[in-house]
């Protein structure tokens, strides 16, 4: 197995796009699956749609479950931050990617994505892992 860590900067976005990384990773590595791990308890990896309106229908999407205001028991960092933190039981902290032939066999519209609503951590940190088949 391969694995390498990366650092992504979100600026503050709710949706950065992993795609361009995740396929430099999967690059002449042959056949198997792609593992993309956050280790992160206010964030996620997801596969979706982007540059379509897709990010903000995301937002909304969120803000609708999860508003972002003073319901939360957890409740430190910016307000509303509670709700960064129940994020990762709907957008799951890791996802796998079939790979054949170094290529990811990921659909026309999807792309690797980390989702994150936590404003007050624009540093993250995701794990992709190789496992040959």
């Known amino acids: 197995m391969r694995s390498q860590e ?3 900067l979100t600026g503050g976005r709710l949706v ?3 795609t361009q990384e995740a396929t430099r990773f999967c690059a002449g590595q ?3 699956l792609l593992s993309v791990f956050v280790p992160h308890a206010t964030a996620g990896a997801a596969l979706m749609e982007t540059g379509a309106g897709s990010e903000t229908d995301l937002a909304t999407a969120l803000d609708g479950m999860l508003p972002s205001d003073d319901r939360w028991v957890h409740r430190h960092g910016s307000p509303g931050h509670g709700r960064d933190h129940v994020l990762p ?4 902290s890791s996802l796998v990617v079939p790979v054949l032939d170094g290529a990811m066999t990921l659909g026309t519209w999807q ?3 980390l989702v994150d609503s936590n404003v007050d951590n624009p540093r993250r940190r995701v794990r992709f892992s190789f496992l040959a088949g």
Do not use: K, P
């Open 16 to 18: 950065t796009d992993l």
């Open 6 to 8: 990366i650092e992504v």
């Open 89 to 92: 039981a709907f957008v799951s």
């Open 111 to 113: 792309s690797v994505v």
């Open 30 to 32: 042959g056949d198997g």
